[in-house]
């Protein structure tokens, strides 16, 4: 066991690349044990990962919008603990479309990815995780109805609020289990989400995000934090 062992489990689903892949280089620099998720019809930049952290990245294959993956996952690490669950997801459309202009196809493709899928993937998997441990999914500060002051990009905007949504009634239907629940804004970053305008690396992001979860653990109740560890108004 490598010196800087933490002894501590990650489960993450969806780190292909972006935020999830730096997500869990980031864990791995901090002495945790991962269980990272690719798609199944995507190998990633996980496998290189793997081969430098000696045995402390276990690589999984699974796509979330198929349950019956998510399921034979579940299956596969029913003898594990985990102390954190963390499930990033995200998908767009053209910015410029509105609700009213996006075809239903698309609409559904989004809302199905980034509010259906993460959810149904923590109602499976949430008993891998220890009493006192946490629960993650990634949101995003334009999930915040409040702050929607400019209209733009309506489509991620809504399928970001109803996921935080769904985890504010996940948290009500569990609140006799003292888990901490995460809902995380990264910020804007520069990935294939975020575009070459976005205004933070994923170095700004990544390293306070890991500490804001890090100092939330073991503190019960669902909060809407953004990667400094500020409250986000819903």
Known sequence: ?????????L?????????????????LGRGWEVVATERVDRPSGLHELAQSHHGRLEIERVDINHPDQVGTLRARLA???????????????????TAAEVSTDEFMRVMVTNALSPMRVVEVLQDLVRPGGTIGVMSSGRGSIANNENGHE??????????????????????????????MAPGWVRTDLGGPEARLDIADSIPNLADTM????????????DYLGRQLPW
Do not use: C, W
């Open 11 to 27: 489960l993450l689903i969806g780190a292909s690349r972006g935020l999830g892949l730096a997500l869990a280089q980031e864990y």
């Open 79 to 97: 003898a594990r603990e985990f102390d954190m669950l963390f499930v990033n997801a995200g998908v767009t459309t053209a910015n410029h479309e």
């Open 154 to 183: 309506d489509v991620y905007r809504g399928s970001k609020a109803a996921l935080n949504m769904f985890m504010r009634s996940f948290a009500a239907r569990h609140s006799d289990i003292p888990r901490t629940l995460l809902l």
């Open 1 to 9: 066991m490598p010196a800087n062992s933490s002894n501590k489990q």
């Open 214 to 225: 890090d100092a939330q653990a073991g503190i019960p109740g669902l909060r809407y934090l």
